[in-house]
């Protein structure tokens, strides 16, 4: 539709109506007007998948690998391609907007949400959000580019105040946003954060640079549960308030209107920007529609397939990758994580997958009838005890696999039950009266011992074992954050010794307070195995097998939304495992599942070191496709891994006073570590195949103009003996710059592929931003004139050709 019919709806409706449409109308839907022909919008959390309005385990969704493996791909047409799978997913669901990508910045390993982001670099994170928001929005979905901006932590993310300069604003942290817009996002999500002391949702830079500068003519909503005040917020530009139905603004916003706080011709721009998103998506006017996207489950199973092998980064390889089935007798698949893989992050962007194959599953299907494999999971992770499913307890009531959900009033009467496939329940069902929320279960022990129930929730709570009520008690509400309030409510735990494998009847209970959402978790686990036994064990298949596979990992109590991490180490004895395999095997491939940097002190003694992130439902089939050769792995790494966190220039995540001081300014990532002139475990960029190149000359332009791109060829040899891809990344450094800048910076990249002993040429396009700098003196961008380096090579510490280019003028 144009502005002027658009104009007309909203003439049409007069200030309550207008005001109306401004707030959800539910969680996850914004308010419809019948007359004005607009029907709802549904929105879903969407970074890895389309889970839909509803927390419910029955619905399930393609399972996506984690962001952090996206940016691993350095492939804009794949991503392009899961884009256009999020599309679909959310077209089969019903819903009109995926709330995706998440474009802030790994500035720290030590962020807890690093999984749902893409890179540490600006440029690499703009290129990859802006291809998925293509793929995603050419299927008549919109995309979300979120969170806006320099949402980069969790520690107290609601309130943290980031102190950052313009420059370092404009250059790195909006730098993705503004790619983002350039690529047509429809949506932009204002953080929880502040900005130089003003909440994001009541903030400046929502006007200038996003709608003004940047001609951003989509809708900003906020984060949710972000609009604390009502003039503050509708003065600035800012469009919807989420969720509702409730909030600051509604009649608040009226009154506000009428006694001339706010501007009417505000509202009016608010209620146009978010019609303009109805039609995008095809929910406004007398032809309302949905979009139509159709990706079959074998498809959609394949990309992800694909997708997995294509972001695995192989950190190292000592002749051991890829295995040959034909050599093998005996494979021994090692540690907890091989059987039970963290597919996900944790958080608000939880999905329930419709299958996850394992990589002991890949593995075993990749060796079936060659190989024997053996599986042994080494320690436990020493982690709280996971909510119950469908493998080791039965619905008590009708004996089928699962538990039993029933809301009780306050008597204690029954007023609603139903049989769910996990004691993880965030959303039982509303329902008048309803005083009590009860999860029950019959567990099968696996066997005798100190075994560990939990209950998870807030309030008064109880947790029975056998009719013994062992805790009991009231459990407050610490936290105002919804990832924790409604989606990863603490678990409180008892020890109870079982002597037998008789069934054990399991009733959790929590009272409902309001303000306290109503998730509800009964949790268990089985008594721990001696860590010294077990490494043993895990020593004694590896030496007997041809070959070891040990997968190691976080967990979500270390990596998960609303909390940073306090280190890199990997917990649970699991450096203690991978040492014991080594040592007792040499061809011990290492598979890393993890979000985000991890510490790896045992890398070289490991045959071979496998990043697989976190690889989503289709993880351990594309895991055995690269370790037995079938795909090479394709990913590069988005973000600087160190050896030590001790060695990582950047780490601070933990505010003071209420601000959090990016005092590192233009320098996180790689560009820290060349600043302080430090070594990290592995760069940007890294990442190995299963053949070698050679880089054998590059050519750049003698000069170009001031704000043109210029094209940098590299010609490399595959020298090695199988077909391969290898990614070129350019990177500039400008020697005597009157401003400060990074030692080198990120310009772009291509990938090539070519046959053993072939040539091919790389053609980097070196877009005309990367050699401008923001001078906040005339608030407008400039470039210096003068000689650039330009390096090529393949990773921000391995570069292999360089040049100069000359940019002309004063």
């Not at 419809?32 to 509803?54: T, W």
């Not at 983002?180 to 954060?193: D, F, I, P, R």
């Not at 609009?227 to 509604?250: C, F, I």
């Not at 919804?482 to 990863?488: E, G, I, Y």
Request: hydrophobic fraction near 45%; proline fraction near 7%.
């Amino acid at each position: 539709m144009t502005d002027e019919t658009l104009d007309g709806l909203i003439g049409r409706l007069d200030l309550a109506r207008k005001v109306r449409l401004l707030t959800g109308a539910t969680t996850w839907r914004t308010a419809a007007d019948e007359e004005a022909g607009l029907r709802e919008l549904v929105m879903s959390d969407g970074p890895a998948g389309v889970r839909g309005e509803a927390w419910d385990e029955r619905r399930t969704s393609a399972l996506l690998p984690s962001a952090s493996a996206l940016g691993a791909l350095w492939d804009e047409e794949l991503v392009g391609e899961l884009g256009a799978l999020l599309a679909a997913e959310a077209v089969r669901k019903g819903v009109d907007v995926v709330l995706a990508p998440t474009l802030n910045l790994h500035r720290s390993p030590l962020g807890g949400r690093h999984f749902e982001c893409f890179s540490e670099d600006p440029e690499l994170t703009g290129r990859i959000g802006a291809a998925l928001i293509r793929g995603i929005q050419a299927r008549g979905v919109a995309a979300t580019a979120k969170h806006f901006v320099a949402n980069d932590s969790e520690t107290d993310r609601l309130t943290v105040d980031v102190r950052v300069s313009e420059r370092v604003l404009r250059e790195v942290y909006l730098a993705p946003f503004e790619a983002a817009v350039e690529a047509g996002v429809w949506l932009v999500m204002a953080g929880y954060n502040a900005v130089n002391g003003t909440t994001m949702t009541a903030g400046e830079l929502l006007a200038e640079p996003l709608k003004g500068e940047w001609g951003f003519d989509g809708a900003v909503v906020s984060d949710w549960g972000a609009v604390r005040s009502t003039g503050t917020t509708a003065r600035a530009a800012l469009d919807l308030a989420m969720p509702g139905p409730g909030g600051p603004w509604g009649a608040s916003l009226v009154r506000a209107v009428k006694d001339g706080l706010v501007p009417e011709a505000a509202v009016d721009d608010k209620v146009r920007r978010l019609l303009r998103l109805a039609d995008r998506v095809g929910a406004l006017g007398p032809h309302r529609r949905r979009a139509t996207a159709v990706a079959g489950a074998r498809d959609s199973r394949a990309l992800l397939r694909r997708a997995v092998a294509a972001g695995s980064v192989l950190l190292s390889n000592r002749a051991v990758l890829p295995l040959d089935p034909a050599a093998l007798s005996g494979v021994a698949v090692i540690g907890v994580h091989a059987a039970s893989p963290r597919t996900q992050g944790g958080g608000s962007a939880g999905v329930f997958p419709s299958g996850v194959v394992t990589p002991l599953d890949g593995i075993r299907a990749r060796l079936r009838g060659r190989a024997r494999v053996v599986h042994v999971p080494g320690p436990s992770l020493g982690v709280p005890p996971a909510p119950l499913d469908t493998v080791r307890c039965v619905d008590p009531r009708s004996g089928e696999p699962g538990v039993l959900l029933r809301v009780l009033d306050a008597s204690g009467e029954e007023l609603y039950a139903e049989r769910r496939l996990s004691g993880r329940q965030l959303e039982p069902e509303e329902v008048p009266g309803a005083h009590t929320v009860e999860i029950g279960a019959l567990l099968r022990p696996q066997g005798a011992g100190e075994w560990t129930f939990g209950v998870g929730g807030f309030g008064r709570m109880s947790l029975a074992v056998d009719g013994r009520t062992l805790l009991d008690g009231e459990f407050p509400r610490l936290t105002d954050d919804p990832a924790v309030v409604h989606v990863n409510p603490p678990v409180h735990t008892v020890r109870v010794p079982l002597d037998s494998t008789r069934p054990v009847h399991l009733v959790a209970r929590r009272e409902l307070v309001p303000g306290s959402g109503r998730a509800t978790v009964l949790a268990a686990s089985p008594p721990e195995p001696d860590a010294a036994a077990s490494l043993a064990a895990a020593a004694r298949a590896a030496r007997d097998a041809d070959a070891a596979i040990v997968v190691v990992g976080t967990t979500e109590h270390s990596e998960t939304e609303g909390y940073d991490r306090t280190g890199l180490a990997l917990g649970g004895h699991q450096d203690a495992l991978v040492r014991a395999v080594a040592a007792a095997n040499p061809r011990t491939v290492v598979v890393v599942n993890s979000g985000g940097p991890v510490e790896l002190p045992w890398r070289d003694e490991a045959g071979a070191v496998l990043l697989t992130w976190f690889p989503g439902q289709e993880g351990g089939a594309g895991i055995a496709d690269v370790l037995f050769g079938v795909a090479e792995p394709g990913g590069r790494l988005p973000t600087t891994w160190a050896a030590r966190l001790s060695d990582a220039p950047v780490t601070g995540v933990q505010p003071s006073d209420g601000r959090l001081v990016y005092a590192e300014g233009l320098h996180i990532g790689h560009r820290a570590w060349l600043r302080a002139e430090r070594e990290p475990a592995y760069w940007f960029g890294h990442g190995l195949g299963y053949t070698s190149w050679e880089f054998e000359a590059l050519e750049v332009p003698d000069a170009v103009e001031r704000g043109a791109a210029f094209t940098v060829r590299v010609r490399l040899r595959n020298t090695g003996a199988r077909p391969g891809r290898e990614v070129v990344q350019v990177y500039l450094a400008r020697p005597g710059s009157a401003v400060e800048r990074p030692v080198r910076w990120f310009a772009g990249y291509t990938a090539v592929h070519a046959a053993p002993g072939r040539t091919a040429t790389a053609e980097v396009e070196v877009p005309a931003r990367a050699l401008r700098h923001w001078c906040p003196e005339t608030g407008a961008w400039s470039v210096e004139s003068g000689p650039y380096r330009v390096m090529a090579g393949r990773s921000a510490g391995d570069l292999r050709q360089e040049g100069t280019v000359t940019v002309a003028g004063p």
